[in-house]
């Protein structure tokens, strides 16, 4: 079954700290990725998209992501942290052969500290 | 350029009432995707609109059902409410297969 897996349910890092968002997808055929950002009590934004381009995605807010076809993933990652990173991230994906409905992962919930 | 707009924002109902929520789509936009977030959980599909056709639907029941009109705006509605659809309603708004912009969401409560 296609599907999207996020490890880790809350990520905590320091401020100025790495971020790494973890997205791992189910697919013989490369989809379409993106992840989006929730805040609390706010719809979705889209963060960045990867659509068969290039592999390294830039996106919005420092943000920028991976595609990696041999490990099904799509990392999402940030240099340094800002306590405004602060939220819910999630990762979707559309998968080929269908109409656009976005298959969303559980939600990696991240917090920042001073 | 108007974003994706929802109403109402909030909303509480009791176990077998019926429910109205509307979306207006991003200008340009022909595509309306619905989906149900409950809490702490990821968006679920529950059916997209395509030039006012349904185009897809996801795993829920006959009682959700949905509307798009010539404007492209939509409607999501819910018969028999129960317990478990409490969750926050999105809705997003693309032209053909491009990406999906989302609104603000609905929050509805059943008691």
């Known amino acids: 079954a296609q599907s999207v897996t996020q490890l880790g349910s809350h990520v905590s890092v320091s401020e100025g700290a790495l971020v790494l968002l973890r997205c791992n997808y189910s697919s013989s055929v490369p989809p379409y990725l993106f992840w989006y950002v929730q805040y609390p009590n706010q719809g979705l934004q889209l963060l960045l998209k990867?659509?068969?381009?290039?592999?390294l995605v830039k996106g919005i807010n420092g943000f920028e992501a991976e595609f990696k076809k041999s490990e099904t993933s799509f990392h999402l990652t940030k240099p340094s942290a800002h306590m405004s990173d602060a939220a819910e991230y999630f990762c979707?994906?559309?998968?080929?052969?269908?109409?656009?409905?976005?298959?969303f992962g559980a939600g990696t919930r991240l917090a920042v500290h001073p | 350029e108007t974003g994706v707009t929802q109403s109402p924002t909030h909303l509480i109902k009791t176990r077998g009432q019926q429910v109205t929520l509307r979306c207006s789509s991003q200008?340009?936009?022909?595509?309306v995707s619905w989906y149900q977030q409950a809490l702490g959980q990821g968006p679920q599909f529950i059916f997209q609109?395509?030039?006012?056709?349904?185009?897809g639907r996801g795993n829920f029941p006959p009682r959700f059902s949905g509307l798009q009109f010539p404007n492209y705006s939509s409607e999501l509605n819910v018969n028999a409410l129960e317990l478990d659809d409490s969750a926050l309603y999105l809705c997003a708004s693309n032209k053909n297969q491009e990406t999906q912009y989302f609104g603000p969401g609905t929050r509805l409560l059943v008691l």
């Open positions: 200008s340009g936009h022909n595509t």
């Open positions: 990867y659509t068969s381009a290039a592999t």
């Open positions: 979707a994906v559309v998968f080929s052969g269908g109409y656009n409905k976005l298959i």
């Open positions: 609109y395509y030039r006012e056709e349904e185009n």
